[in-house]
């Protein structure tokens, strides 16, 4: 029964989502779902019950580490880019820590970030801004982890360059030139690049990732 968000109004119920979790610590994703069907429909929250009960929920996972499951996965990669910077921060922490355990699948955040942004759920700039201030260049574990998740969100974007795609194409070869990526540029990100570079803003750096071919 407490795996289910029934109330269309959460009120007073936001401040016990951490409490109801724990009841369940080790099959937390249906009770994520609904959370995330709730207080995640839009990336900006225009209710704060809806804030503060993604915000109690994120702490959950992060104190917990509990990150099993695609669920879970989708849960933080959406909370990445929400509007609550305090939100986005613990969802932050999150892959930072589950990086150094080895406890977090940065493909599928990638895929499902880039799943995102296909459908334009929220401004890229939230995402290049967390990346540039509280995920880049941690430790060589980071970046090349790191990599692997820009490797999956890019090929998820669409033909049209989503808004502020420069910025994060900038961080996407400044990672590749931390990790020493000697091999050619993956090809479904190369498929992308081809078409994005007929977009005049795009064209330089277009040709700086192609160059890695």
């Not at 795996?3 to 401040?15: C, E, H, I, N, P």
């Not at 990638?110 to 799943?115: E, T």
Request: with cysteine.
């Amino acid at each position: 029964d407490y795996m289910q968000v029934k109330s269309g109004y959460l009120g007073q119920t936001a401040t016990d989502l951490g409490r109801a979790l724990l009841v369940t610590p080790n099959n937390m994703g249906p009770l994520l779902a609904g959370i995330a069907g709730q207080c995640l429909k839009f990336s900006k929250f225009w209710e704060s019950t809806d804030s503060h009960a993604v915000q109690a929920t994120i702490e959950v996972l992060h104190r917990t580490g509990c990150i099993a499951g695609k669920m879970a996965h989708v849960f933080v990669a959406t909370t990445v880019i929400c509007s609550n910077k305090t939100s986005s921060g613990v969802a932050a922490e999150i892959w930072i820590e589950g990086v150094q355990h080895h406890s977090i699948d940065s493909a599928l955040l990638g895929m499902v970030l880039g799943k995102h942004y296909k459908v334009d759920y929220a401004p890229l700039k939230r995402l290049s801004d967390l990346i540039q201030t509280r995920m880049f260049n941690i430790s060589p574990q980071h970046n090349q982890c790191l990599l692997t998740l820009l490797e999956n969100l890019l090929p998820e974007l669409p033909d049209t360059p989503p808004a502020n795609l420069k910025k994060l194409l900038e961080l996407y070869n400044e990672v590749v030139n931390l990790t020493g990526l000697k091999g050619p540029v993956n090809e479904a990100i190369e498929q992308r690049l081809q078409t994005w570079q007929k977009t005049k803003s795009l064209e330089a750096i277009v040709k700086t990732l192609l160059k890695h071919k």
